[in-house]
């Protein structure tokens, strides 16, 4: 996982020099890419069709954890709707505003040990994330 370029600016600027809140939205958006994407937030190219749609999640304590040694996990499970079409193989997830405007935060799928793990998702599947299963760590 990492920090988009826009949202490593946005923190720093955020933290020194002109010291304003990061004015994020009140609800973020949790997506999936077929595609690696860049640190600039662009190349990700999201599931069409077969009922996919991002889950929308709260930007609060609610639905994300505490940070505890500048980790911060999902404190809810992220259930997407369940698949009508095959969505293909994925790679990517991320944290983005409702249209896309911005992508704040970026991961790859994987076996919870950092491994990458694309996967393939079938009509009729349901994906999810269980909570703490989006880690997003600073260090």
């Known amino acids: ?72 996990t999902n404190a809810t499970d992220c259930v997407f709707p369940d698949a009508t079409a095959d969505w293909g193989i994925v790679t990517d997830w991320f944290v983005s505003d409702v249209g896309i405007s911005q992508i704040y935060v970026k991961g790859k799928l994987d076996d919870g040990a950092g491994t990458p793990q694309p996967r393939t998702i079938l009509n009729g599947d349901t994906f999810k994330f269980l909570a703490g299963d989006l880690r997003i760590v600073l260090d």
């Open 1 to 72: 996982m990492s920090f988009t370029d826009w949202m490593e600016n946005a923190v720093l600027n955020g933290m020194l020099g002109t010291g304003h809140a990061l004015g994020l939205p009140a609800t973020v958006y949790i997506g999936l890419s077929t595609t690696s994407i860049s640190d600039d937030g662009s190349g990700y190219t999201e599931p069409v069709g077969g009922a996919y749609a991002k889950v929308a999640k709260t930007n609060s304590n609610t639905d994300w954890t505490v940070s505890v040694a500048g980790e911060k």
